[in-house]
């Protein structure tokens, strides 16, 4: 199985992915690891390397789960049955890769319905998570796996057994496996919850150093023409490092942490302003698991710190920013005489307000000035482009940041249903799910799940009893075309992507710090219904992802509080922004409905081509709204002075959107209108 694998010691760099491994090896205690890092940093190898270089492991030939023969009390209940007389075998530890499509029953086990219609009895077929027992489980890109199922994945791992209820079915087993996750930050985050339930995070990168790379390139060459003896060369290490995890694994149990360095894991974690105590506890198995590689019959400081990096990286936190300032105390005009306590105080002049509580003047100016523009002529008139270009100049190029309106809570939003089948877990909108999980509505003679529907089955075999009877003493007889599939519906999440203008128009009227406001309030939501939100903004010459598809809070707070605002309006380069992450996101969930939000008066003076730039806006538009899976909002930040150009609703033809005036553009109207048109 493992005899071409490429050699864990041949590896070259990547120290504190082996070290991770390893120390999971030694104490499985730590709760496995998560790697992320590029496509091509050798994730994939490092796990099956480590797997080659472990020992044959001994098991009770012929069960299922590969139960111990040394550990008589966590038998399977088939093992129990014969612990009298059963037989000895020896297998490699066995590396299980979990698929992206992989169902519930394919992972914990169900009934086996084949063995149901034969023999008229209940039977458990085991799932990946028994197969696993006593092994590697490898997911790889876990970020994209339905969150259910990682839930039960991390419970299993948790707890060393599967607990199968479902179908009937009352069934445990042990599972105790090496958990190891893969994951492309790019492809997007998952949520903290379960970054949370793995032990270890490592990050992962290409090696930056020129002979290593050099080095890299040989070996593999090297290995690919001569894999055999490649792995010969390497032998004598490997031999080594497998000896070292043997030896500190039965070393693991004459461990001791003293009672003290407990105390600077606290301070560690709290430092670190970590949510919960698990990560209290990784660090207690990794320093024991450092310790025993170490020969150090006690934990030690600098086994902490070694291992600490590793705990702390997926879970330490920013700190919660100091609360604002109280305002300033209000004169009474009618009482000029001060407080008693802020008599000997010399009174601030009213006329000029402190500097650290800025007034909306600034954002009245820039109203002001794109409000009433100096007077131009008919032609300029007559040329949105131009009076927009002008108009741009005349704007405070300075950069601003505006602080988040206002959240609220979010009101019901749901969805039209259809009849597409898809994958994925939420809160929100109810579909139908390609998966044994959710509501049984109906059945169907097409076999789509392999989820059996078992009623509508025995509904249809039953006119032809009469004529099937048989003498193998069933009450029932099926035929395969008597098979009936279920379909379920559930609710699952939803992608909503914010398309922000950030030029410096948007600083008047406070528009900037509503839409944040909104922004926020649907994020807040979105995390409790398992929503995705993004949002890309457009100032300057570009456009920038300042928050990629999350659920996370606290990043989406930190990101949306810093974004700038102020300078010119690349419109373009926002339109072709948005294509390329709603193109990113339909081509890793074609099945996806999301919706684009785009917040903007419509004018554009930065091109990207040699074209004027509103008409290659408008022609990005048109072409943007061809995916039919989308569907696009533009709302109008425009004031309605003297001169109204109405260029956001030309965009909004252009991209057979749904048009809201400036007016709408509240926070609670934004979250309705993000509500109405989920669908």
Known sequence: ???????????????????????????????????????GTAKS????????????????????????????????????QHSNRVHVGVRRLSVVTMPLNATEDRVVGGIDFNQAVKTGRRVFQPGLLAKVHRGILYVDEVNLLDDHIVDIILDAAASGRNVVEREGISYTHPSQFILVGTMNPEEGEPRPQLLDRFGFCVEVAAEKDVGKRAALMQQREEYDSDPQGFVRRFQKENDQIAQEIMAARHFLNNVTFPNNLRTLVSEICTENHVAGHRADLVIEQGARGMAALMKHHEVTVDDIREVAWLALSHRKREPAPPPPPPPPPEHDHDHPDPPENQQDQEPAPEEHPPPEQPEPQDASQNAKTEETPPPETSEDQADPDRQAEDQNRRENAIEQIFEVGETFKVKKISSQRDRVFRRGSGRRSRTRVAQKQGRYVKSTSVAKTGDVALDATLRAAAPYQLQRASGNGLAVVLKPEDLRDKIREKRIGNFLLFLVDASGSMGARGRMTASKGAIMSLLLDAY????????????NQEAVMNLPPTSSIEMAAHLLKEMPIGGRTPLSAGLAKTYEVMRNYLLRDPTARPIVIVIT????????????????????????????????IVVDTESQGLVHFGLARKLAVAMQAEYFKIEDLKADTLVNIAKDNVK
Do not use: W
């Open 1 to 39: 199985m493992f005899h071409n694998i490429y050699p864990f010691a041949a590896i070259i760099g990547q120290d504190r992915l082996k070290r991770s491994l390893i120390l999971n090896a030694v104490n499985p205690a730590i709760g496995g690891v998560l790697i992320r890092g590029e496509k």
């Open 45 to 80: 190898t490092a796990v099956r390397a480590l797997a080659a270089l472990l020992p044959e492991i001994n098991i009770v030939r012929g069960c299922p789960f590969a139960c111990d023969p040394d550990q008589p009390q966590e038998f399977c209940h088939q093992c129990r």
């Open 528 to 539: 409790q219904k398992r929503d995705r939100i993004a949002m890309v903004s457009f100032r």
């Open 601 to 632: 008066d419509g004018k554009s003076n930065v091109a990207l081509g040699e074209r004027k730039p509103l008409a290659e806006a408008l022609d990005l538009a048109g072409r943007l709204c061809l995916d039919e899976r989308v569907r696009f």
